[in-house]
């Protein structure tokens, strides 16, 4: 080596060798910028200049590539660098898998290196130690049974999945039992929702439907699960994408549709989001309400910000899923699933079993307290064997249709224009006028009038002219497709998707009328119509047990 070679950042000359190589480990966080150069790669941080002095200058100005630890991967190789000071042997089996799925998770973007690094973080935080949990090691008395809560629960954020054009960011986080009150609650870090917002956000971009998870793990014998959500994570999910959010529990599973998300966005001003599904003892039902719950499950589910609890979901909708097992005998039609009110009243909601799932599935606008009931209704002209028997006793089940006389539901009697109206409408939930002001001339003083306020209103129905809508005259296929596809407009629920047909595959498409062809035009490209033999007949009228499949058709498939 020529000449006394002096390093300016204060590493000297010891660490030269022979060959005039040199290595040294710095903590790049202590220079000032003009030591520090951004790194070349989308995934590195900064590198740092080293100036070194020689009396020849041979040596002159080199760049060694030492990596800030304040970068993407800089915080990933701190997290590393933490689980691998870890010792296995000092945490229990479940805690260490954990730490060991989230090291195994891949980082190859920038993405996958945020998550791989918090899923790292919330892993350690969550070890627990084999001795933490242990009983008493001396002579001292047992456990006094008072709770325990863990003050950090994991939380755990894996890659995205895509399936069928939906992309999937999800997080787990396991929830503290508070064993004297059977509550589990869980916070979910801004870390881990921004992680997922940013996987939302770039599967919005590919052209994806976006939906964030959060799966919670809690104890099988909690009564109620609660999770807590930065209201800043909230609002930038509410604002940033069009995501739907899912919370998936012990309890049930509760789905926010992106307008729910906005309305809960508006009022996470007021502080942190928390969401809760908590078992209701059903002895606090009235009489009449357990004739019908019995000892199936009842849940409160609640959403506040803050102090403030979310009741109404102003036009948004949340999906709720709530296991459940059908009881020896019990058909799957009559499982309802029930709203009680204030006043212990129980109001049948859109909803049904889901044999594949094991699941009742059901959509709401509010949040309150919901039951699963279970109500056979049966007529003595509806046989087991009929084709239209499961229908029929789905409707009735949910008080969507009735019979036309004392024990008889009249199958083959044609439908009425009046009767479909009311049909139509139950079975959407769409409430009928309470003091309507403003009705069709015909529309009498009957079981339908209301119902009829409330379809002109909604331009469910327009009438057949001259203010008038005819309720006892039997309605024609394209009349019920049409009044269908409006009601469905105003729920925003038009049936989407491909089926195998198209309208001018039937040889009867020109006989529909001009104002019907765009409803049955999208049920028949959707796979909701299907007709029979080639042929959509337009224009002939249905019986009640056919007008009673079609709507089974639509709220059960």
């Given at each position: 080596?020529?000449?006394?070679?002096i390093?300016?950042?204060?590493?000297?000359?010891e660490?030269?060798?022979?060959?005039?190589?040199?290595?040294?480990?710095?903590?790049l966080?202590?220079?000032?910028?003009?030591?520090?150069?951004?790194?070349?790669?989308?995934?590195q941080?900064?590198?740092l200049?080293?100036?070194?002095?020689?009396?020849?200058?041979?040596?002159?100005?080199?760049l060694?590539?030492?990596?800030?630890?304040?970068?993407?991967?800089?915080?990933?190789?701190?997290?590393?660098?933490?689980?691998?000071?870890?010792?296995?042997?000092?945490?229990?089996?479940?805690?260490?898998?954990?730490?060991?799925?989230?090291?195994?998770?891949?980082?190859?973007?920038?993405?996958?290196?945020?998550?791989?690094?918090?899923?790292?973080?919330?892993?350690?935080?969550?070890?627990?130690?084999?001795?933490?949990?242990g009983?008493?090691?001396?002579?001292?008395?047992?456990?006094?049974?008072?709770?325990?809560?863990?003050?950090?629960?994991?939380?755990?954020?894996?890659?995205?999945?895509?399936?069928?054009?939906?992309?999937?960011?999800?997080?787990?986080?396991?929830?503290?039992?508070?064993?004297?009150?059977?509550?589990?609650?869980?916070?979910?870090?801004?870390?881990?929702?921004?992680?997922?917002?940013?996987?939302?956000?770039?599967?919005?971009?590919a052209?994806?439907?976006?939906?964030?998870?959060?799966?919670?793990?809690?104890?099988?014998?909690?009564?109620?699960?609660?999770?807590?959500?930065?209201?800043t994570?909230?609002?930038?999910?509410?604002?940033?994408?069009?995501?739907?959010?899912?919370?998936?529990?012990?309890?049930?599973?509760?789905?926010?549709?992106?307008?729910?998300?906005?309305?809960?966005?508006?009022?996470?001003?007021?502080?942190?989001?928390?969401?809760?599904?908590?078992?209701?003892?059903?002895?606090?039902?009235?009489?009449?309400?357990?004739?019908?719950v019995?000892?199936?499950?009842?849940?409160?589910?609640?959403?506040?910000?803050?102090?403030?609890?979310?009741?109404?979901?102003?036009?948004?909708?949340?999906?709720?899923?709530?296991?459940?097992?059908?009881?020896?005998?019990?058909?799957?039609?009559?499982?309802?699933?029930?709203?009680?009110?204030?006043?212990?009243?129980?109001?049948?909601?859109?909803?049904?079993?889901?044999p594949?799932?094991?699941?009742?599935?059901?959509?709401?606008?509010?949040?309150?307290?919901?039951?699963?009931?279970?109500?056979?209704?049966?007529?003595?002209d509806?046989?087991?064997?009929?084709?239209?028997?499961?229908?029929?006793?789905?409707?009735?089940?949910?008080?969507?249709?009735?019979?036309?006389?004392?024990?008889?539901?009249?199958?083959?009697?044609?439908?009425?224009?009046?009767?479909?109206?009311?049909?139509?409408?139950?079975a959407?939930?769409?409430?009928?006028?309470?003091?309507?002001?403003?009705?069709?001339?015909?529309?009498?003083?009957?079981?339908?009038?209301?119902?009829?306020?409330?379809?002109?209103?909604?331009?469910i129905?327009?009438?057949?002219?001259?203010?008038m809508?005819?309720?006892?005259?039997?309605?024609?296929?394209?009349?019920?497709?049409?009044?269908?596809?409006?009601?469905?407009?105003?729920?925003?629920?038009?049936?989407?998707?491909?089926?195998?047909?198209?309208?001018?595959?039937?040889?009867?498409?020109?006989?529909?009328?001009?104002w019907a062809?765009?409803a049955?035009?999208?049920?028949?490209?959707?796979?909701?119509?299907?007709?029979?033999?080639?042929?959509?007949?337009?224009?002939?009228?249905?019986?009640?047990?056919?007008?009673?499949?079609?709507?089974?058709?639509?709220?059960?498939?």
């Open positions: 080596m020529s000449g006394k070679l390093i300016s950042v204060g590493i000297g000359p660490v030269i060798s022979s060959d005039n190589r040199f290595s040294f480990s710095v903590d966080s202590t220079f000032d910028d003009k030591y520090r150069v951004p790194g070349t790669g989308h995934d941080g900064y590198q200049m080293i100036v070194v002095r020689d009396e020849d200058y041979r040596f002159g100005t080199c060694l590539t030492y990596y800030l630890v304040d970068g993407a991967v800089g915080d990933l190789i701190a997290a590393k660098a933490a689980a691998n000071a870890k010792v296995q042997a000092n945490y229990t089996t479940a805690s260490w898998a954990i730490l060991t799925t989230a090291l195994a998770l891949p980082e190859t973007t920038t993405d996958e290196i945020v998550a791989k690094t918090a899923a790292i973080n919330n892993a350690i935080a969550g070890l627990v130690s084999v001795t933490s949990g009983g008493s090691s001396g002579g001292g008395s047992s456990s006094s049974g008072a709770p325990t809560t863990p003050t950090a629960p994991p939380t755990t954020t894996t890659p995205p999945t895509t399936t069928d054009g939906t992309t999937t960011a999800s997080t787990s986080t396991t929830a503290a039992l508070d064993s004297a009150t059977g509550k589990a609650t869980a916070p979910v870090s801004t870390t881990a929702m921004e992680a997922m917002i940013t996987q939302a956000k770039t599967a919005e971009a052209g994806q439907k976006a939906v964030v998870e959060i799966k919670v793990e809690a104890a099988p014998e909690a009564k109620a699960v609660e999770i807590a959500i930065p209201k994570s909230i609002m930038n999910l509410a604002t940033e994408t069009q995501a739907n959010v899912t919370v998936n529990t012990v309890l049930a599973t509760v789905t926010f549709d992106n307008k729910v998300l906005q309305t809960i966005s508006n009022a996470a001003s007021t502080g942190d989001v928390s969401i809760s599904v908590a078992s209701v003892d059903a002895g606090s039902l009235s009489p009449q309400a357990l004739a019908v019995a000892d199936r499950p009842v849940y409160n589910f609640s959403v506040k910000a803050g102090d403030t609890e979310i009741s109404s979901f102003e036009g948004g909708k949340a999906r709720l899923s709530i296991p459940y097992t059908p009881k020896p005998g019990e058909k799957e039609e009559a499982i309802v699933v029930y709203y009680i009110d204030n006043n212990q009243n129980l109001i049948a909601v859109r909803g049904a079993f889901n594949a799932t094991n699941t009742v599935d059901f959509e709401t606008t509010h949040f309150s307290i919901y039951a699963i009931g279970y109500n056979d209704v049966s007529f003595e509806v046989k087991d064997t009929d084709w239209y028997s499961n229908a029929i006793g789905f409707l009735a089940a949910r008080d969507i249709v009735k019979g036309v006389e004392s024990g008889r539901f009249g199958p083959t009697q044609q439908m009425t224009r009046g009767q479909f109206v009311v049909m139509m409408m139950k959407y939930g769409i409430d009928p006028e309470q003091n309507p002001t403003i009705n069709f001339a015909d529309a009498g003083n009957t079981y339908y009038t209301n119902y009829l306020a409330a379809a002109k209103n909604l331009k129905v327009s009438g057949i002219g001259d203010n809508y005819a309720p006892e005259r039997f309605i024609t296929r394209q009349e019920m497709f049409t009044m269908l596809y409006n009601a469905l407009k105003v729920i925003e629920e038009l049936p989407e998707g491909s089926g195998d047909r198209n309208l001018e595959s039937f040889s009867d498409a020109d006989g529909i009328a001009s062809k765009p049955i035009k999208l049920f028949v490209e959707t796979g909701t119509v299907s007709g029979s033999n080639g042929l959509l007949r337009p224009l002939a009228t249905s019986s009640r047990a056919e007008m009673a499949q079609v709507l089974y058709n639509l709220l059960h498939g």
